[in-house]
């Protein structure tokens, strides 16, 4: 895959770029493309789709962020915070199961938000899409 790709989507659509709490612009575009799904799909049919919108970004994310500190396109650390794809899996995941209103939705990033800036580490300090999963739960 194309490193300008794997930036793109690392970054969540370059949210983790942004300066200053790249966590938050990263979970904050995943509402919007949430809410924009929401916007365009029937209510009635959209818990399936955000599940299965759940488990595609869980792979993906998975994928794309190993491939990108493998290729060291945010040089050597391990845990670049412009990678933000996690946010959205466990964003994704942290919804699954919620009504699907605007308010739930704005609920859930803050929570999100909340219990990800205050988690714990799992390993020592670093960050990754399985910790962003395990807090989305």
């Known amino acids: 895959m194309n490193k300008k790709i794997i930036d793109f989507l ?4 370059y949210s ?4 200053k709490m790249p966590g938050t612009w990263g979970t904050l575009a995943a509402l919007l493309l949430v809410s924009a799904v929401k ?9 399936v789709h955000t599940i299965v919108l759940a488990v595609f970004v869980i792979a993906v994310s998975i994928y794309v962020s190993n491939k990108a500190v493998d290729l060291k396109l945010y040089g050597e650390n ?4 412009q990678i933000v794809i996690d946010e ?3 964003f994704f995941v942290a919804i699954a199961a919620l ?12 929570l999100f938000r909340f219990f990800d800036i205050k ?13 962003s999963l395990i807090l989305s739960t």
């Open 10 to 13: 690392a970054t969540g659509f």
């Open 16 to 19: 983790g770029k942004l300066p």
């Open 39 to 47: 916007f365009i799909f029937d209510p009635a049919v959209m818990q």
């Open 78 to 81: 391990k845990d670049p915070q």
């Open 88 to 90: 959205f899996a466990g």
């Open 99 to 110: 009504p699907f209103e605007y308010f739930t939705f704005v609920a859930a990033f803050i």
């Open 119 to 131: 988690k714990i580490s799992w390993r020592g300090g670093s960050s990754s899409p399985d910790e």
